[in-house]
C-alpha cells in the first residue's frame, strides 16, 4: 500500500492536505480553542496540515509513518497547483487529483466499485469514534474531539448531520471498511 494512503488512513486527510504536510515545528497551527483530550490514545510525531478555507491545523501520524514520512523531505518546498488551487508541498509523496484518482481506480479494479479516497477519512472518524469512546470519553465528547482532529472543528455539517455521523452513515453505506480495502493495494 502506498505512503500516501496509510497517511491519509491514519491522519484523516483530505487528498489536497498530503500536498500540505509539514512538521510542527516549522508551521503552528491556527489558534483554535481544543480538548486537551485532542489525539488522546494516540502517539507518534506532530505535523500540521492546510485544509479546507486555509486553516492549518495539528495532525498526528504514527511515529513508523512519521520516519517514511521523512525519507521523502524534499530539499526545498516546491509550488504545487492542484485543481486550481496552489500548495506548498514539503514532502516526495503522492496527493491531490492524481491520487485520488489512482486510489480510485485501484479500488475499482481490485473490488470492482469504489468509495474513493475520502473512504479513508470516513473510516479515521468512525475508527477514532469508537477508540475515543472505549477510552472513556462520552459520545459528544468523542464528537467534538474528532471534529477538530478532521477540522473544520465543527460538529455539523451542511446537511444538518453531525459531521461524524455523517462520515459514519457514509461509511456505513458503502459496506466495508477502507482499512481492509487499503490492505489490498
Known sequence: MGLATLIAYNA???SHELFTIC???QRQPNIRPVSAK???GRSGKAYTVQG???LIREIRL???LAENLETTRLPEPIKITDRGVHYDQFYAIAAGQSWSRSFSTASTRTLGWSAGSHGTRHSYAQERMEELQSLGCHYAEALEIVSQELGPFQTRNNRGLPQVVYYTVMYIFFG???KKICVLF
Do not use: A, C, N, P
Open 12 to 14: 484523516g486527510l483530505r
Open 23 to 25: 512538521e510542527l515545528q
Open 38 to 40: 485532542k489525539f488522546m
Open 52 to 54: 479546507k478555507g486555509g
Open 62 to 64: 504514527s511515529t513508523d
Open 176 to 178: 466495508f471498511k477502507i
